[in-house]
């Protein structure tokens, strides 16, 4: 026995090598902080946990429909409209267990073998493993921390050939924070126009996390002719700190959406039931919390971009949303190795990291923010005394 072709193409996640690495540490006695994690540390709202407990009482136990319920398609087609501005109707949408399910079945069913897909880098970890595990290229949209780690039309354009078959656009982005303003979502749209083969997978999972006071924008709801091109996938996970639950839903062409069914019908099934019935109440319950978060966690990484722009050697551009800080070290290279050398050194001084070489990038690393404040002022005191 051995193992597949497909595997043999992807690693496991260095993100969660990094934690499971500090929990180690952690379990060993030693004093660890991690910011390695890609979770809120808020507690999920009450108002979820009771509609969990309710479908237990109430016996929803069972097989449901493969792509959600129908009550939760329709809360889900309330969510795109209302929170995304993305009208669609419920045969257009589809739930998974995870945004990342989603994705990962989008990709497989649609990527063939030698197709190319751009995926902007610094990249969420999953993204070039599953367009590999599919059997495609990852084409790679170089950004850089003095340009806000946004890529420009002509950038995107000169990666297009006939073989393209995706652009990944995930904005707030993970793991740089990256932002695209409405106006440069329509200039992606201009260059989409002169390739209809092209399609946008809009990675919009961390929508309400946006720290620019603009509002989520997204390219469904800005360049809606080009709708039928477009999936846009959201969640519960960050927005409503429901990682555990796993689910995770999807909005696009029809066709698209029946195809990642017919898959998940083969993979997993149905999301669970329970979850299901939280990701209900999560997007038809109140909403006004997260404005609440939304303004901790702008709080927080201003803590973040302060201290860290104040360590000499260290740079990082102001993260216009999610929970993420991906810090320049370039200046500190000579130094260090590599930039996992330097993560290493600062494990050794108690804080967990991950190296932006996890997400294609290079000689920096990411900060997570999403942890008390309490917490971030030891480990950003930690990272000040370790490169001082
Ligand atoms: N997309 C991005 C950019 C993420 O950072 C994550 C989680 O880390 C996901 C998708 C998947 O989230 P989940 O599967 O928990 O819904």
Redesign the pocket.
């Known amino acids: 026995m051995h193992t597949s072709n497909a595997l043999s193409r992807i690693a496991p996640s260095q ?1 969660a090598a990094m934690t499971d690495r500090a929990t180690q540490l952690r379990e060993q006695g030693i004093d660890i902080i991690s910011l390695s994690v ?2 809120p540390d808020f507690a999920t709202p009450p108002h979820v946990i009771a509609a969990a407990k309710n479908a237990l009482d109430a016996g929803e136990t069972r097989y449901t429909p493969i792509g959600g319920t129908s009550r939760l398609k329709q809360a889900t087609a309330l969510h795109f409209a209302r929170d995304l501005g993305v009208e669609v109707p419920t045969s257009q949408v589809t739930v998974s ?7 990962f079945h989008a990709l497989m069913a649609t990527v063939s073998e030698g197709e190319e897909v751009i995926v902007p880098a610094p990249w ?4 070039p493993e599953i367009v590999r595990f599919a059997g495609g290229r990852v084409v790679p949209l170089i950004t850089s921390a003095k340009r806000n780690y946004i890529f420009t039309a002509a950038e995107l354009e000169a990666q297009i050939c006939p073989r393209t078959q995706w652009l990944l656009l ?1 904005s707030p ?3 740089t924070g990256a932002w695209y303003p409405p106006e440069m979502l329509h200039s992606i749209g201009e260059v989409l126009r002169r390739h209809p083969r092209v399609m946008v997978l809009s ?1 919009d ?2 929508a309400p996390l946006n720290y620019t006071g603009q509002g989520h924008v997204t390219l469904a709801a800005e360049c809606p002719d080009l709708a039928e091109r477009i999936l846009t ?1 959201s ?4 927005s409503h700190a429901m ?1 555990g639950f ?3 839903v999807a909005a696009g062409p029809e066709w698209l959406i029946r195809s990642m069914e017919k898959l998940q019908s083969h993979s997993s099934g149905n999301p669970s039931s329970i979850s299901q019935a939280a990701a209900m109440a999560a997007f038809e319950g109140p909403q006004e919390f997260l404005a609440d978060w939304r303004d901790r966690f702008r709080m927080r990484r201003d803590m973040v971009v302060s201290a860290i722009n104040a360590i000499s050697g260290l740079w990082t551009p102001t993260p216009q949303g ?1 929970f993420y800080c991906m810090v320049d070290a370039a200046a500190l290279m000579d130094r260090f190795a590599d930039d996992t050398a330097l993560v290493l050194h600062l494990l050794d001084h108690g804080v967990a990291v991950v190296p932006a070489s996890a997400f294609g990038g290079r000689d920096g690393f990411r900060i997570s923010f999403a942890a008390d404040e309490n917490k971030l002022r030891e480990a950003l005191n930690r990272i000040t005394k370790a490169l001082s």
Not at 124 to 127: E, F, H
């Open positions: 993100t890609g979770e267990a995870g945004g990342k399910q989603a994705i969420w970890v999953s993204y995930n982005g993970n793991p990675d999972i961390y996938i969640g519960v996970s960050k990682t796993r689910i995770g999610a």
